[in-house]
Nanobody, 116 residues
Framework: QVQLVESGGGLVQAGGSLRLSCAASGSTFSINTMNWYRQAPGKQREFIAQ???????NYADSVKGRFTISRDNAKNTVYLQMNSLKPEDTAVYYC??????????WGQGTQVTVSS
């Protein structure tokens, strides 16, 4: 079992920045990758960023150059630094821990709202 707690969402003006945090607990030794997704109203959940245990990262084209994912293994925490935010970034952001078995555990989500 893995539990995830997300924080850091809020309201920000276009061009601003936010940093999201996701703290994992439980069987964290079994985590393979950690990921961020987002879901805007009326849209499908969208992959945003991924980081592996080796520190390799992958990003969706929509956020490349603006968002940075990082991981603190000692704290079992993953971060998403979001810069140059746009109104279209408005969504609920979800943290996902993917285990070696490929089973996923999800956080509760945190709302990010970007005003124009």
């Amino acid at each position: 079992q893995v539990q995830l707690v997300e924080s850091g969402g809020g309201l920000v003006q276009a061009g601003g920045s936010l940093r999201l945090s996701c703290a994992a607990s439980g069987s964290t030794f079994s985590i393979n990758t950690m990921n961020w997704y987002r879901q805007a109203p009326g849209k499908q959940r969208e992959f945003i960023a991924q980081i592996t245990t080796g520190g390799r990262s992958n990003y969706a084209d929509s956020v490349k150059g603006r968002f940075t994912i990082s991981r603190d293994n000692a704290k079992n925490t993953v971060y998403l630094q979001m810069n140059s935010l746009k109104p279209e970034d408005t969504a609920v952001y979800y943290c996902d821990a993917r285990l070696m078995t490929l089973r996923d555990y999800w956080g509760q989500g945190t709302q990010v709202t970007v005003s124009s």
